[in-house]
């Protein structure tokens, strides 16, 4: 059965779940996310969340998914001694998936849109006709719901194809175009006249702005960015074989996906800055901040400035849609394998419920300001829902699930698998999923909700 393959190449593999992990989390969120939050100050609090807590949760789905060889809600429920109860948990992540993916999709939309507009060398030129195109953009016409629409079925189809033949290849041939455009545009973007200070802005830490919410921000953002708490990578994991190191491989999308975000980061804070732009300006940074960065920036050569741009905003397509596959895998392993149908026709199930939150959220964002929840559009109430509820409940549970529940000889087996020289890492492994991260998401969470 296709589903139940496996990748055909451990390169195929890391680069998999490499494009799961970077995605507008890296491009988009992380840029806004450091802009808000000080800098410096921030990236170095980031990076102690992806090694003491993303790292230890992603090895945590890979034994889980790896261990299981199933969709979400059936490796959580046939995991030793758990029940189907803990099946709710891989049914969180599949909701959860489904509303990201939902929203996303607006995102990526926007993303598409932007890229046909700096093809047709159009772009908004000053960051006050940006935001009119932007708010324009989203009150009076139907685009983000097209475009929102297109990118789903852009996945869709990929998806279609099964692991190795639809997400593995595309991975392999997308991936290196990603990487590739990344390095141009930092060499680009740093080689701009007063770039330096947006290097600086990133590299040098002002600890006078970190509070008890850079670090809730910062665990939220490296969860995000590692595609962790809503089984998504549990669900990759399926498709790994036995002989898979899981250390090595979370090291390595670990690293890979920092490394995406710091270079974003050597794109978007040195244009800005050198052209006088703020950069803590929030999620709009992409949209109405940064559109004219590239032509003020290089507006002594057109030329390089439209192709700045081109390559900008499809660096962004590229890394957003690597990231909605993995995440319309969940449900497509998910109704391929608790249904009788295909996976084609289990990959129009999880399209078409996903279509039914995309299309209100892009509404939401002007067209129709009524689809709101607690006075927050809804694609902004269903980002914070699935945030700073969905994410760290999946997570903890997991860790949960791994730390308490399942025999520990068993979580050992699986994780050191082919690999002996694993047996060492094994202690801290189990101490971190028993008690430093399940504490840490707790105090998190009960901070936000403002509890604490
Ligand atoms: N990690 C992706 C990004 O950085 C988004 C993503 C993909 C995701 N799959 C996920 C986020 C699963 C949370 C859970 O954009």
Known sequence: MDSRSTFSSRMGLVLATAGSAVGLGNLWR???????????????????????????????????????????????????KANNWWGLVGALGVLTSIVILGFYCV?????????????????????????????????????????????????????????????????????????????????????????????????????????????????????????????CLCTYASYFDKGTNLVLTANQIAILDTMVAILAGLIIFPAAFAVGVQPDSGPGLVFVTLPGVFHTAFSEMPTMGFVISVMFYALIVLAALTSTISMHEVGTAFFTEET???????????????????????????????????????????????????????????????????PSDYVRREFVGSQPRLAVLFLPLIILLRFVCPIFIIVVMLSKLGLL
């Open 30 to 80: 992380f840029s806004y996310v450091t802009g808000e939050n000080g800098g410096a100050a921030f990236v170095v609090i980031y990076i102690i969340c992806v090694i003491l807590l993303g790292i230890p949760c992603m090895v945590g789905e890979f034994i889980i998914g790896r261990s299981q060889g199933a969709n979400a809600v059936r490796a959580y429920a046939k995991l030793p």
């Open 340 to 406: 009788k149908l295909s996976r084609p026709a289990a990959a129009w199930i999880m399209t078409i419920i996903t279509v039914i939150i995309t299309i209100p959220c892009a509404l939401s964002q002007g067209l129709v300001p009524q689809f709101s929840v607690l006075g927050m559009d809804l694609l902004s109430f269903l980002d914070t829902m699935s945030g700073n509820y969905f994410m760290p409940i999946g997570a903890l549970l997991s860790c949960a699930v791994l730390g308490w529940i399942v």
């Open 107 to 231: 995102v990526a939309g926007w993303c598409l849109h932007y890229l046909g507009c700096a093809l047709a060398d159009n772009i908004p030129a000053t960051s006050a006709e940006s935001a009119a195109y932007f708010k324009n953009l989203n009150e009076n016409t139907w685009y983000p719901v097209i475009w929102g629409i297109v990118f789903l079925l852009l996945t869709h189809v990929i998806v279609r194809f099964g692991v190795k033949n639809g997400i593995e290849r595309v991975s392999k041939y997308l991936m290196p175009v990603l990487l590739f455009l990344l390095f141009v545009l930092m060499v680009a973007a740093c080689s701009l006249p007063g770039a330096w200070r947006g290097v600086k802005f990133l590299f040098q830490p002002d600890w006078d702005c970190v509070n008890v919410n850079t670090f809730i921000e910062a665990l939220g953002q490296a969860f995000f960015s590692l595609s962790l708490g809503m089984t």
